[in-house]
């Protein structure tokens, strides 16, 4: 059934909130594909410890493939390096120029392929594009950064392009307006009372780093806005799909709704939304307590755990009944225990399974 679930799937996307089990989900949904037989690649961002040791991307960024698995196919990981990300797309489209070598040493672009709003979310999409242009994995699963509001991962590439507009760079490049007529001129005017606001409050070396940085970005400028192009037509594709992944938290929930409908509007492709960690394995809110009286406090005990989870079974219920319009909802339940290795992870692929069977 899971081949229904990433049926014509080249490209999947797992967003969300921080702390929903975003980074398990994609790892798990990636021992799925891969058990089908699939040559699967994982990209994340920051897994937690135990997690990387499972993928054995502990300490690397390099493309790794997960030890310890016996699948029909493969299962392969990487942490994405922004930085080296960044210096690899620089290099490639300034094509290895001396301009290459005075851009690495400029201090604002040291902070931009860092520090920037926005220049991580830039980066994931450039690696996953670069990665799917390869063709050498049949199936890429990208586990989105932890951004404080998610939408700003579906942005980032415009804000990035928007930042390096020639609008903005010729500011820098020309503040004297010499390559502008007369009308250039009088905008110049303006533009030269903006730069001497920004030296008096930055200092003359900032704004010589900035002119500097623009006159060097000429020759990839072009390139990164093509390139931002590019990795848009790519996520609107028919074979990119989107999870999103919640759990149980209503701010969680209801910030799951806006954004199902943000991603639809984007023209994205939301196929499934994941509510994970929904219930304890173990429990079945059909079964009553079925031990003697003499145990009347462990009775109670069970009664108390069973009206908490019937009421949050209600709201989920609530949640899928709004969701189900938008997308294929499933639930996952909470294993109790830290995902440490390959196993946990072969478990909720087949937990995921599972519950596709039953919807």
């Known amino acids: 059934m899971s081949r229904d ?4 799937t080249k490209v999947l996307v797992c967003v969300g909130s921080g702390g929903v089990g975003k980074t398990t989900v994609a790892a798990s949904v990636g021992v799925l594909a891969a058990k089908e037989g699939r040559k699967v690649l994982v990209l994340t961002i920051d897994p937690a410890k135990r997690l990387a040791q499972t993928l054995g991307i502990e300490g690397t960024n390099d493309i790794t493939k997960v030890p310890g698995q016996n699948f029909k196919g493969e299962l392969w990981a990487s942490v994405i390096d922004h930085k080296r990300t960044f210096d690899d797309f620089v290099e490639r489209a300034a094509q290895k120029s001396e301009a290459v070598r005075k851009i690495f040493d400029n201090s604002l672009y040291k902070q931009l392929s860092t520090n920037l709003s926005g220049s991580q979310e830039f980066t994931s999409l450039e690696k996953l594009y670069s990665v799917y242009e390869s063709g050498k994995f049949d199936l890429i699963i990208l586990d989105t950064p932890p951004t404080k509001h998610a939408l700003d991962f579906l942005k980032a590439p ?8 020639e609008g903005v760079a010729k500011w820098f490049r020309d503040p004297e307006g010499k390559k502008t007529g007369f009308f250039g001129h009088l905008i110049q005017a303006g533009t030269r009372q903006v730069l001497k606001v920004l030296e008096t409050l930055t200092g003359s070396q900032f704004i010589r780093e900035l002119g500097d940085f623009f006159m060097n970005i000429e020759q990839w400028q072009g390139k990164l806005l093509q390139r931002t ?31 199902s409908r943000e991603i639809r509007k984007g023209g994205y492709n939301l196929d499934t939304v994941i509510l994970n960690r929904v219930f304890p394995h173990w429990l079945d809110l059909r079964v009553g307590y079925e031990g003697g009286t003499a145990e009347q406090g462990l009775a109670d005990l069970y009664m108390q755990m069973k009206t908490y989870y019937n009421h949050r079974d209600a709201i989920y219920r609530l949640f899928e009944k709004k969701m189900s319009r938008e997308a294929r909802v499933l639930r996952i339940p909470d294993l109790v225990k830290d995902v440490s290795d390959l196993s946990g992870l072969e478990e909720i692929s087949a937990l995921i399974t599972e519950e596709e069977k039953s919807t």
């Open 5 to 8: 679930l990433l049926k014509d």
């Open 158 to 165: 415009q804000k990035l392009s928007a930042l390096f507009s």
């Open 229 to 259: 192009t590019e990795v848009q037509r790519m996520m609107v594709a028919p074979t990119t799909k989107f999870f999103l992944v919640t759990s149980f938290d209503q701010a969680k929930l209801k910030e799951a709704e806006y954004f």
